[in-house]
């Protein structure tokens, strides 16, 4: 895992979560189950596991399209998205049922065309959670200051501007798209 930037560094630290004790989770004496005490983290949380899981579905769709086209190189990039996307919505998924949640099943229909529609489109999403999305997560976690919700979504957010580049790099490339004998 790469180091945060300064930018990132600056923006954890100016962060008020490091400034303050962490809430402990309180019990529910009559229910023994622990209180949920983020109820926001908790929706952005969701909706984070949910975009992951999306993509990480989009992204299995293209690697058997791609082989199908005979771009074994473009395959290659999208299946180790696709488990970079699980690897984000597992930890997602960690953190919803730590705090006393569970998470929906996500049923979504899946998008897929042919390689080069597929990786413009990649391109297009992963430049979205970067812009939007990501900072718009966090704008919102930042108000419960849930220390490992921020660290995780800085992360992800991090691994998806990899992910925007090394797609860029691909779709320019032409040259990189090999092809099965
Ligand atoms: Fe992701
Ligand atoms: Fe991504």
Same mark, same amino acid.
């Given at each position: 895992m790469d180091k945060f930037s300064r930018r990132e560094f600056i923006y954890l630290s100016a962060s008020s979560f490091l400034l303050f004790p962490h809430r402990a989770y309180a019990?529910?004496? /009559?229910?023994?189950q622990p209180k949920i005490d983020y109820p926001n983290t908790i929706l952005v949380l969701k909706k984070a596991f949910k975009s992951e899981m999306t993509a990480h579905k989009h992204y299995l769709g293209y690697v058997e399209k791609a082989l199908t086209e005979k771009f074994p190189n473009i395959a290659y990039m999208f299946h180790a998205f696709s488990i970079s996307e699980k690897v984000h919505a597992d930890n997602y998924k960690r953190i919803i049922n730590k705090l006393g949640s569970k998470t929906d099943s996500i049923m979504q229909l899946i998008d897929v065309r042919d390689t080069k529609s597929n990786l413009i489109t990649s391109t297009k999403n992963e430049l979205k959670k970067i812009k939007t999305i990501y900072p718009n997560f966090l704008h919102k976690l /930042?108000?419960?200051?849930?220390e490992e919700a921020i660290i995780n979504c800085m992360y992800s957010w991090k691994s998806h501007r990899q992910h925007e580049e090394k797609v860029k790099e691909m779709g320019s490339s032409? /040259?990189?798209?090999g092809e099965y004998d």
């Open positions: 019990i529910d004496a /009559e229910q023994n /930042e108000i419960e200051e849930c032409p /040259e990189s798209v």
